[in-house]
C-alpha cells in the first residue's frame, strides 16, 4: 500500500476517533508490533493529543469526509458507551433503565430526532419502538424507505420520569452527545420530530406548526421539522400535515414521491 493512501486511511481513523471523544492515543511497547489502527502512525504521533480536521496532514485532511462505515461505527460504539456511564442529570440517572443511543445505519443519508425515550424505549434500549414508533415506521415505508435504511435518535439519552418533556438543562447536558453522534454519522437530511426536537436542535422557540413546511439548517444539513408521531396517535388528523412535510424531504433529496396509500 503506497503511503498516500496510508495517511489518508490513518487521518481518516483518528478523525473518527477524536469525535467519539478519544483523545490520546498509546504509545506502542518496545519491540511488539504496533496495533493495527496506530501501524501508519509515526512513533512521535503515538502519545499526541488527537488534532483537528485543520491540523491533520493535508492528505489526511481531505478525507475526513471520507470516514469508513466501519471506522464510523467504531467511533458510534464508543460514543455509546460514554452516553452509558454519563451521570450528568441525577433525576434521570435514578429512573432510567439504561440509556437509548440509536437505531439504524450509521451511512443512512436521513436522520430522525425525536425528543427522548419512552417506557417501551427505555425497556429495550432501542429508540422509538412503541406505538409512536410503529407509526414512524409506517412513515418510513409511505416514503419508499426501510428503517434499516435511516439513523434514529433523540434529543436525551434516558428517559424522563413519566416521559415529561426533557427540561432545558437536561438538553443543554446531552446536547454534546447529540453534537458528536450527529458529526460521526453525517446524514445529509435531517427530520426532527416535535417541537422539543426542533426546538433544541434548531436553538429557537418558535412553534413546530411555525416551524414545519420549511426547510432550516444545522451546521449545513438541511433540517425539515414536523409533527411527532406521539401528537399524530392523539390528533390523527394532523397526519395529512406530517405527509406534506415528508414529500417536501423527499423532493429535497431526489426521491419519488410514493403514492399515498389510503
Same mark, same amino acid.
Given at each position: 500500500?503506497?503511503?498516500?493512501?496510508?495517511?489518508?486511511?490513518?487521518?481518516?481513523?483518528?478523525?473518527? &476517533?477524536?469525535?467519539?471523544?478519544?483523545?490520546?492515543?498509546?504509545?506502542?511497547?518496545?519491540?511488539?508490533?504496533?496495533?493495527?489502527?496506530?501501524?501508519?502512525?509515526?512513533?512521535?504521533?503515538?502519545?499526541?493529543?488527537?488534532?483537528?480536521?485543520?491540523?491533520?496532514?493535508?492528505?489526511?485532511?481531505?478525507?475526513?469526509?471520507?470516514?469508513?462505515?466501519?471506522?464510523?461505527?467504531?467511533?458510534?460504539?464508543?460514543?455509546?458507551?460514554?452516553?452509558?456511564?454519563?451521570?450528568?442529570?441525577?433525576? &434521570?440517572?435514578?429512573?432510567?433503565?439504561?440509556?437509548?443511543?440509536?437505531?439504524?445505519?450509521?451511512?443512512?443519508?436521513?436522520?430522525?430526532?425525536?425528543?427522548?425515550?419512552?417506557?417501551?424505549?427505555?425497556?429495550?434500549?432501542?429508540?422509538?419502538?412503541?406505538?409512536?414508533?410503529? &407509526?414512524?415506521?409506517?412513515?418510513?415505508?409511505?416514503? @419508499?424507505?426501510?428503517?434499516?435504511?435511516?439513523? $434514529?435518535?433523540?434529543? &436525551?439519552?434516558?428517559?424522563?420520569?413519566?416521559?415529561?418533556?426533557?427540561?432545558?438543562?437536561?438538553?443543554?447536558?446531552?446536547?454534546?452527545?447529540?453534537?458528536?453522534?450527529?458529526?460521526?454519522?453525517?446524514?445529509?437530511?435531517?427530520?426532527?420530530?416535535?417541537?422539543?426536537?426542533?426546538?433544541?436542535?434548531?436553538?429557537?422557540? $418558535?412553534?413546530?406548526?411555525?416551524?414545519? @413546511?420549511?426547510?432550516?439548517?444545522?451546521?449545513?444539513?438541511?433540517?425539515?421539522?414536523?409533527?411527532?408521531?406521539?401528537?399524530?396517535? !392523539?390528533?390523527?388528523?394532523?397526519?395529512?400535515?406530517?405527509?406534506?412535510?415528508?414529500?417536501?424531504?423527499?423532493?429535497?433529496?431526489? !426521491?419519488?414521491?410514493?403514492?399515498?396509500?389510503?
Amino acid at each position: 500500500m503506497d503511503k498516500e493512501k496510508l495517511r489518508r486511511q490513518a487521518g481518516g481513523h483518528i478523525e473518527s &476517533l477524536r469525535l467519539a471523544g478519544v483523545e490520546w492515543l498509546p504509545a506502542p511497547v518496545a519491540g511488539a508490533a504496533p496495533p493495527r489502527w496506530t501501524e501508519a502512525a509515526s512513533p512521535e504521533a503515538a502519545t499526541a493529543p488527537l488534532q483537528s480536521p485543520a491540523t491533520i496532514a493535508p492528505a489526511a485532511a481531505a478525507v475526513v469526509a471520507e470516514i469508513s462505515p466501519e471506522d464510523k461505527r467504531i467511533a458510534l460504539q464508543l460514543l455509546a458507551q460514554e452516553v452509558s456511564k454519563c451521570e450528568r442529570c441525577p433525576e &434521570l440517572v435514578v429512573s432510567r433503565t439504561r440509556t437509548v443511543f440509536a437505531d439504524g445505519a450509521c451511512t443512512a443519508e436521513l436522520c430522525f430526532i425525536g425528543e427522548a425515550p419512552g417506557a417501551d424505549e427505555d425497556a429495550q434500549g432501542v429508540p422509538f419502538v412503541g406505538a409512536a414508533g410503529q &407509526l414512524l415506521n409506517k412513515i418510513i415505508v409511505a416514503c @419508499g424507505l426501510k428503517r434499516e435504511d435511516v439513523y $434514529i435518535c433523540n434529543i &436525551l439519552k434516558c428517559r424522563p420520569p413519566g416521559n415529561r418533556t426533557p427540561l432545558p438543562d437536561e438538553a443543554a447536558r446531552c446536547r454534546g452527545f447529540l453534537d458528536r453522534q450527529l458529526e460521526l454519522v453525517r446524514p445529509r437530511f435531517i427530520c426532527a420530530l416535535g417541537a422539543c426536537a426542533a426546538q433544541n436542535l434548531l436553538n429557537t422557540t $418558535i412553534s413546530i406548526g411555525k416551524l414545519r @413546511g420549511r426547510f432550516h439548517d444545522y451546521r449545513g444539513i438541511p433540517v425539515l421539522a414536523t409533527y411527532h408521531p406521539a401528537f399524530l396517535l !392523539r390528533s390523527p388528523d394532523n397526519k395529512k400535515f406530517v405527509w406534506e412535510d415528508m414529500k417536501l424531504m423527499l423532493a429535497k433529496m431526489g !426521491r419519488p414521491i410514493p403514492a399515498k396509500s389510503s
